[in-house]
């Protein structure tokens, strides 16, 4: 008889136990995902905050933290994780009441692109382990994975060409209506460059000098269509990693820099597209534009995007993973146009330099 009411005590406290854990568990509970940057290179470490806090007195003696993200993140290998086509882990915590509990976690990003994890899910089992309770949270971090930067010191030589091209032209090219100033006359200066009335009130001789209506910025067009489909993806990556490796070097050069493209960006179904800027903050906004782009998704053929970019006196810098008749077309009407047009071929295979100085092979 005893033994018959033990077990029923202990069937009526198994009851209420479960009864009270799941009506309580989840309450004071808070889980929290969150990127320690909001962006970072490809290839950088960046770690992950994983945040925990049970604001009720009641303990939750095994908590599981479940969440997924891309395989191209790569977390430290254990036996908490697990990838497929992405990443799965699910880490376990004894939550103490009224505690909170934070790990970091590191993890490389080997894939530019931009990355989110918007759901956590919550398990925990009761005090003596015999049901699980658990419910979806919504998570809000995002992070951007900018393109692998790589050395352009091989593209000097180009650089020395643009920019004697672009210093000749702002000397010939100057604009009557940009005034920027006066100074005193030389000999191999023009008569009708002379400022009389500041010559009389000076009593020195002195001459106009003007602005160049030539554009002083490099709009770099990127390509994001590539027929080589043995190596497309490949290409492709590269000529996003050209596009904002040489806007870096350009930008700290102090030449200011565009960007236009034929690439959609993975958020709003736009082009890829950058108005010209100078600094690390524009560098910035090229890099998060970058993450975007869905290479996948482009929106018209690259010699339209060429084609549409704005005509004469400008110097453009094509990066391309395709060199096709129609697109060498293009170019040569824009440079007859009075645009200067610079070129980056990405290939697959070591080629002899082109006939043209102004373009140049970069072979993976």
Same mark, same amino acid.
């Given at each position: 008889?005893?033994l ?88 376990l ?28 899910d ?21 992070l ?7 050395d ?11 920019q ?9 090219e ?25 010559t ?11 602005d ?7 709009c770099i ?29 350009l ?18 179904? @736009? /082009?890829?597209?950058?108005?010209? +800027?100078? #600094?690390? *903050?524009?560098? %910035? ?7 975007? !782009?869905?290479?996948?998704?482009v929106?018209?053929?690259? @010699? /339209?995007?060429?084609?549409?970019? +704005?005509? #004469?006196? *400008?110097?453009? %810098? ?7 008749? !129609? ?8 440079? @007859?146009?009075?645009?200067?047009i610079? +070129?980056?071929i ?10 043209d ?8």
């Amino acid at each position: 008889m005893i033994l018959i009411f033990a077990v029923f005590v202990a069937f009526m406290l198994l009851c209420g136990e479960r009864k009270y854990f799941g009506a309580n568990w989840n309450k004071g509970l808070s889980v929290q995902l969150r990127f320690c940057q909001r962006g970072v290179n490809a290839g950088e470490t960046c770690s992950l905050e994983e945040t925990v806090e049970n604001a009720k007195r009641m303990s939750l003696p095994s908590l599981q933290v479940k969440f997924q993200t891309s395989a191209s993140l790569l977390f430290d290998r254990d036996r908490n994780a697990a990838v497929t086509d992405n990443y799965y882990r699910n880490d376990l915590f004894a939550a103490g009441g009224r505690r909170r509990i934070t790990r970091k976690l590191e993890f490389v990003p080997i894939q530019r692109g931009y990355y989110r994890i918007d759901t956590i899910d919550v398990l925990a089992r009761d005090f003596f382990y015999t049901m699980t309770c658990s419910q979806r949270q919504e998570n809000d971090t995002c992070l951007y994975v900018y393109p692998y930067k790589r050395d352009v010191s091989r593209f000097e030589i180009l650089y020395r060409r643009m920019q004697g091209e672009l210093l000749a032209v702002r000397c010939m090219e100057e604009d009557p209506f940009a005034f920027r100033g006066m100074r005193e006359y030389r000999p191999t200066d023009s008569m009708r460059r002379i400022n009389w009335k500041s010559t009389a009130k000076t009593g020195k001789m002195l001459v106009n000098i003007y602005d160049s209506s030539f554009s002083q910025e490099i709009c770099i067009v990127l390509n994001g269509t590539c027929r080589q489909e043995g190596k497309k993806r490949e290409l492709q990556e590269m000529a996003v990693s050209i596009a904002s490796s040489v806007a870096q070097d350009l930008l700290q050069k102090g030449i200011p820099v565009s960007l236009r493209s034929n690439i959609t960006d993975i958020l709003h179904g @736009e /082009e890829v597209c950058c108005e010209a +800027g100078m #600094g690390g *903050s524009q560098q %910035l906004t090229m890099d998060r534009k970058l993450a975007l !782009a869905d290479l996948k998704n482009v929106t018209i053929p690259f @010699e /339209e995007t060429v084609r549409q970019c +704005g005509g #004469g006196k *400008s110097f453009y %810098l094509i990066i391309t993973a395709e060199d096709t008749t !129609a697109l060498r077309d293009e170019i040569e009407k824009k440079s @007859e146009a009075g645009d200067q047009i610079y +070129g980056i071929i990405v290939c697959s295979e070591e080629k002899k330099k082109p006939q043209d100085d102004h373009f140049i092979y970069w072979s993976i």
